[in-house]
C-alpha cells in the first residue's frame, strides 16, 4: 500500500511538472521574434511575406561649421567621376556655367595728380565754363546760348554739345535748374554719363594676350608701348614686342631701347618687312616663350589712304592665323592736341578695324580736353588709357568717375588757382 501511494505521488509531480516546463516554452515563442527557419502565419497560408521594413537611419546634427564647408571627395573614385557627377556647392557649377573672371584690379585713385595733369584742360575748358556762372546765383536760361560756344570752342563737338544742351534745356522745363549751382552739378551729371562707355587697363583674357596698336604720324605709339610695357613688367607679367613699323627704322630702334630698359623681348625684321610677317611671328614667340603680353606696333598711316588701311586689316588677318581669336584688343592712339581732326580720325579707323578702345596722349599739353567727350559720345569706344606726361606714369588709366571729378571738381577757387 505504502508503495502505491509512492507511485502515485511521483507520478503526480512529474505532470506536474511537465505541465509548467511546456508553459514556459510556449509563452517564450509568443515574445520571440520569428526567425528565418521558422515559417511564418502567412507563409503557411500561401499569401506573400511583407517586404521588412529598414531601420531607420538617423544622421547626426552638424556644427554651421562643417555644414558650410567645402565638399572634400570622400575616395579617389570620386575624385575621377566628371564635374556633372560631383555635387558642388556652386550652382554655377552644377549647371555647367564656369565662374566669371575676376574684374582687372582698379589703382587707387589719385585724384590730385590726375587734376595736376589736366591743368592746362581746367585752367582753358573748365575756366570758361565756370566764368559763365560766376556771381549768379539765379540761373539766366541765356546762359545756355554762351555755354554751347564754350563748348564748341573747347572741341567737344558740335553734335555732342547739341545732346548735352537738349538734356539741360529738358531739365529747365521740368523746373529742375533754379540755380547756377544745380546747372553746374547736371552738367558734371552729363559728362559722367556721356564718359561712363567703359575703360580701364588691358586685360589679360589670353596667354598671351595680342593687343595691337594703330594711328597715323607722330601721335606717339612707340611711346605708348614703352609705357604700357613698363607698366605690366613691373606687375610682374611677362612682355614680348613686335616692331611692326618696318618702314621706319627709328621706330625700330626706339622700340629696342625700350625693351632693353623693361627686359622684353623685342621681335622685329629687315628694313622695310612685311609689317605683317613680323606680327605673326611675333606671336609665335610670344606662345613658344610663355608670354604673357604681346604689344604690336605698326606704321603710322594717313587714315583718308585706302591703300595703308588696307595694310592694317592685313596685319590683323595676320596675327588671327597665328593665333585664334587674336588680337584680343585693338587701340587706337590719339594725339589729344589735334583737336576735332582727332575726332575724324578715329571715326574712319573705326570704321575700318574692330576698336576697342582708344589711347588719348599729349592730354596734358591742351586748353581743349572737351574732345574726351566728343569721342566717347560720337564714337561709343571707351577711352582706356590717358597721357599726361612724359614718365611711364604718366600714362594714367581712364576712368570716368576719377576724370569727371578731377575735371570739374574743386570749385571756383581751385579752377582760378590751376
Not at 570622400?74 to 560631383?86: D, G, M, N, T
Not at 522745363?173 to 558734371?188: H, Y
Not at 622700340?255 to 622684353?264: C, F, I, P, T, Y
Amino acid at each position: 500500500m505504502t508503495t502505491v501511494v509512492l507511485v502515485v505521488v511521483l507520478v503526480a509531480v512529474a505532470v506536474v511538472g511537465f505541465l509548467a516546463l511546456a508553459r514556459s516554452r510556449g509563452s517564450a515563442r509568443l515574445l520571440a521574434p520569428p526567425s528565418a527557419a521558422q515559417p511564418s502565419a502567412k507563409a503557411l497560408s500561401g499569401q506573400a511575406p511583407a517586404k521588412p521594413e529598414p531601420p531607420a537611419r538617423t544622421t547626426p546634427a552638424l556644427p554651421p561649421q562643417a555644414r558650410s564647408a567645402p565638399r572634400v571627395p570622400a575616395s579617389p573614385v570620386e575624385e575621377s567621376l566628371p564635374p556633372s557627377a560631383v555635387v558642388s556647392e556652386d550652382p554655377r557649377a552644377r549647371s555647367g556655367t564656369p565662374a566669371p573672371a575676376p574684374p582687372p584690379v582698379r589703382a587707387t585713385k589719385d585724384i590730385a595728380s590726375l587734376r595736376k595733369g589736366l591743368a592746362a584742360t581746367r585752367g582753358g575748358f573748365i575756366a570758361k565754363l565756370t566764368a559763365l556762372f560766376q556771381g549768379k546765383k539765379e540761373f539766366d536760361p541765356a546762359i545756355l546760348e554762351r555755354l554751347e560756344e564754350v563748348m564748341i570752342a573747347s572741341d567737344v563737338g558740335p553734335k555732342t554739345a547739341q545732346t548735352i544742351l537738349t538734356r539741360l534745356r529738358e531739365a529747365l522745363d521740368r523746373n529742375e535748374l533754379r540755380d547756377s549751382e544745380a546747372v553746374w552739378t547736371a552738367l558734371r551729371a552729363e559728362a559722367t554719363r556721356i564718359l561712363t562707355i567703359g575703360g580701364g587697363a588691358i586685360r589679360l583674357t589670353a596667354k598671351p594676350t595680342v593687343v595691337l596698336l594703330v594711328g597715323v604720324n607722330g601721335v606717339g605709339k612707340t611711346t605708348t608701348i614703352g609705357k604700357l610695357a613698363t607698366r605690366y613688367n613691373a606687375s610682374n607679367k611677362k612682355v614680348v614686342l613686335a616692331a611692326g613699323d618696318t618702314f621706319r627704322a627709328a621706330a625700330v630702334q626706339q622700340l629696342e631701347v625700350w625693351g632693353k630698359r623693361v627686359g622684353a623681348e623685342v621681335v622685329r625684321g629687315k628694313e622695310g618687312a612685311d609689317p605683317g610677317a613680323v606680327a605673326f611671328d611675333a606671336t609665335n614667340q610670344a606662345k613658344a616663350v610663355g608670354a604673357d603680353l604681346l604689344l604690336v606696333d605698326t606704321a603710322g598711316r594717313l587714315h583718308t589712304k585706302v591703300p595703308l588701311m588696307d595694310e592694317i586689316r592685313k596685319v590683323r588677318k595676320t596675327i588671327a592665323k597665328a593665333m585664334d581669336g587674336a588680337p584680343h584688343e585693338t587701340l587706337l592712339v590719339l594725339d589729344a592736341t589735334t583737336g576735332q581732326n582727332a575726332l575724324q580720325q578715329a571715326i574712319l579707323f573705326r570704321d575700318a578695324l574692330d576698336l576697342t578702345g582708344i589711347v588719348l596722349t599729349k592730354l596734358d599739353g591742351t586748353a581743349k580736353g572737351g574732345i574726351v567727350l566728343g569721342i566717347c559720345d560720337e564714337l561709343r569706344v571707351p577711352v582706356r588709357y590717358v597721357g599726361l606726361g612724359e614718365r611711364a606714369e604718366d600714362l594714367r588709366e581712364f576712368y570716368a568717375d576719377e576724370f569727371v571729378e578731377a575735371l570739374f571738381g574743386g570749385g571756383e577757387g581751385e579752377i582760378a588757382a590751376a
